[in-house]
């Protein structure tokens, strides 16, 4: 691929394969998302669980060879860097931030990246939870909060490795349409981006549902970022088939070949709509047979799906020639690049190939 027909892939990454004390004294002691991964089991004939990770093993985000290995082994893909999840639920709560933290202050790895704030409370089947439990809440303060978050984030915003579109860091949100008036948040941050010496944050709104990216356009995002696992799941599934599953105690699956023609839609033809590309998903490890499961994935039927996100970027403009990639390391969702025991290196040497690396 040549720098003209160059791509911004840039894989989402969860900071969660480490212990903190809240998760000890709401799991047990030494709890991270490796013990989901772990007791995994298969719900049906053909079901592929546990997904066992092969070169970095059940590692601990707490060692800088960790970071620097998962960082090497992206870059080689093609990837141009991670888009860490961020947790900040007000009044200055963070969770999961030590990984960060570290890379900021160590300088290693040197790998770009940028953060997605993950404004959601941890309650419900997404978590592992039981409906109506809520282990910690999402909150909105008020200005104060919105400026002490800015600041929290200001020292990454500064770092050179920090991915910018139009020269603005990326901060992208994951429930743009939950912040009571997204338009203060934003024009806030513009404001003492520019006061502390950036030219503004390039704001991404994160959508699931296609009807989301027309609301998320009212206010001052500058792109839209959509993934289409419900759309692809409302696609397929009839009533008789919900049905069934239903009758059965079976989760919910549709086979990933059938999924790949509606991963991509219209809305990614605009140039401020950035595509996901999905290797996988299998939400089972988290919520069992409540869970949403893209079945029979693998990396042969991953290059079709890629490619045609490959070819819907090169369409754009260059400046508009981004796409996401869920993700790099969600192991508990099934979600993931990092080679496990069943396909190795399979889905990175996809990307290779299609980007035409050596």
Not at 83 to 104: D, V
Not at 209 to 214: F, L
Request: aromatic share 14%; net charge neutral; with cysteine.
């Amino acid at each position: 691929m040549t720098n003209k027909d160059k791509l911004r892939l840039i894989a989402f990454y969860l900071p969660q394969f480490h212990p903190i004390p809240e998760n000890d004294q709401w799991w047990g002691k030494g709890f991270t998302e490796w013990t989901n991964v772990g007791k995994a089991k298969p719900l049906f004939k053909g079901h592929y669980q546990p997904h066992v990770p092969a070169d970095l093993g059940y590692y601990d985000l707490r060692l800088p060879e960790v970071r620097e290995a998962q960082a090497a082994m992206a870059q080689a893909a093609g990837i141009e860097g991670f888009c860490y999840w961020h947790y900040w639920f007000g009044n200055g709560k963070r969770l999961l931030e030590r990984p960060i933290n570290e890379i900021l202050e160590s300088g290693s790895p040197d790998f770009p990246f940028c953060f997605a704030w993950a404004n959601d409370s941890w309650k419900g089947i997404w978590h592992g939870l039981s409906k109506g439990k809520v282990l910690i809440e999402q909150t909105y303060p008020g200005i104060d909060d919105i400026e002490n978050h800015f600041y929290e984030n200001l020292t990454a915003f500064k770092d050179e490795r920090y991915i910018k579109i139009e020269d603005k860091p990326v901060f992208m949100i994951y429930k743009p349409l939950d912040i009571p008036n997204p338009n203060e948040f934003i024009d806030l941050w513009q404001n003492l981006a520019v006061k502390n010496g950036l030219k503004g944050i390039y704001f991404i709104g994160h959508a699931v549902h296609t009807w989301e990216i027309e609301q998320i356009e009212k206010f001052n995002f500058d792109a839209v970022n959509i993934v289409r696992l419900a759309h692809a799941e409302k696609q397929l599934q009839s009533k008789y088939y919900r049905f069934m599953k239903k009758l059965l105690k079976l989760p919910r699956f549709v086979k990933y070949k059938d999924a790949i023609p509606h991963f991509l839609g219209d809305e990614e033809k605009r140039d401020n709509c950035f595509p996901t590309i999905i290797p996988n998903w299998d939400h089972s490890p988290r919520s069992g047979t409540n869970a949403l499961i893209i079945h029979d994935s693998r990396p042969d039927l991953f290059e079709t799906h890629l490619v045609e996100v490959v070819e819907a970027l090169k369409r754009k403009p260059e400046n508009a020639r981004i796409a996401f990639i869920k993700s790099w390391n969600e192991w508990a969702e099934g979600n993931h690049l990092e080679p496990d025991l069943k396909f190795g290196n399979g889905y990175l040497d996809v990307l290779k190939k299609v980007l035409q690396l050596k």
